[in-house]
């Protein structure tokens, strides 16, 4: 293995398909022509050889440990795979590295591989970063329960990564799409029913939690980097919740004043239907992030 590099891209082409089969332990037993001219090797030079031949130092060991895992367990995996050339460039790949299983044993593996694009690029290198980043001061074992760790916050598994990379979506801050937001509704509900029982019990002193205090404005505080609260259902969102509270302010003021119950009731219609709006824009906004 040659131990330059180069920042010099590879691209191949999307009707070329690059072929190498290796032998269980790693050793390529076959390439196709594409990956002699991509890789720029002559075929004689790779027969025999590891496949970490074409390692690029960029790559994170613990991606490699996860496919190593799933292969011999006799499962298949997609991988996005930044290799080294003979020169030192580089070159992206999504690999399909699957086992050939003959009579319960695997006599094979194979991987098939196609370009990557530039959005893919972008997202898995950032991923990749990290995971290089702690690998340079853990143990492989560690590195690999960081892995799983960091997909683990993110609420998705490394196959949806994947998948989702494949579909053009962003897997940063994809953590928001396991936020409990039925939880911040039922918040609600409860805000709304502890303000009507206070003003029932003549309690005017009662603190009415201001928007930004809440813990759902907390959380839309922390949110507002991510892509989705560009969309305009968001503003809606923080209207929405801003007239929750101030009603609720309202109709403690108003009873505190000795309001009669037609008077009142309006503001709870209004809590009731803007509290709805504000989760049904939520979820809108949320939805095109999905
Ligand atoms: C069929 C097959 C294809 C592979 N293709 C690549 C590849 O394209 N690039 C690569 O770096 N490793 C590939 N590997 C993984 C290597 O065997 C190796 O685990 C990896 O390069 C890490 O090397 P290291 O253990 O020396 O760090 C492949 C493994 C198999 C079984």
């Known amino acids: 293995m040659n131990n330059n590099t180069t920042s010099e891209e590879i691209f191949f082409d999307d009707h070329e398909l690059i072929v190498s089969m ?6 390529i037993i076959y390439v196709n022509d594409i990956f002699c001219k991509v890789a720029g090797y002559e075929r004689s030079e790779l027969i025999g050889e590891p496949h970490n031949i074409i390692r690029h130092p960029d790559m994170p060991r613990s991606v490699f440990k996860l496919l190593w895992d799933r292969v011999l367990a006799g499962e298949s995996i997609y991988a996005f795979v930044k290799n080294k050339a003979r020169n030192g460039d580089f070159y992206w790949v999504k690999a399909f590295v699957t086992p050939i299983i003959e009579d319960g044993k695997i006599i094979k593996i194979a991987s098939y591989r196609r370009p ?3 959005f893919i690029k972008e997202e898995i290198s950032k ?6 980043e702690h690998e340079k001061h853990n143990r492989l074992e560690d590195s690999f329960q960081f892995l799983l760790g960091f997909l683990d916050e993110r609420g998705i598994s490394y196959d949806r990564m994947i998948d989702r990379l494949c579909m053009g979506k962003s897997i940063s801050n994809i953590g928001v799409l396991s936020i409990d937001f039925d939880q911040f509704y039922i ?15 003549g309690k005017w002193e009662t603190e009415v939690v201001k928007p930004c205090c ?22 809606k969102v923080h ?5 929750v509270h101030s009603l609720m302010q309202d109709y403690l003021d108003k009873a505190s004043r000795g309001a009669s119950l037609s008077e009142l009731n309006p503001i709870l219609d209004k809590v009731e239907n ?15 992030y999905r």
């Open 187 to 201: 918040d609600h509900i409860i805000f709304k029913h502890n303000i009507i029982h206070a003003a029932k019990e």
């Open 116 to 118: 990557v694009s530039q």
């Open 22 to 27: 290796t032998d269980p332990k790693g050793f």
């Open 274 to 288: 803007d509290t709805k709006q504000l989760f049904s824009h939520l979820h809108i906004a949320i939805d095109t």
């Open 127 to 132: 991923v990749y970063d990290a995971l290089k």
């Open 239 to 243: 209207q929405c919740h801003n007239e």
């Open 214 to 235: 809440c813990r759902f404005g907390k959380n839309l505080k922390e949110l507002e980097s991510m892509p989705f609260t560009a969309h305009p259902s968001w503003h």
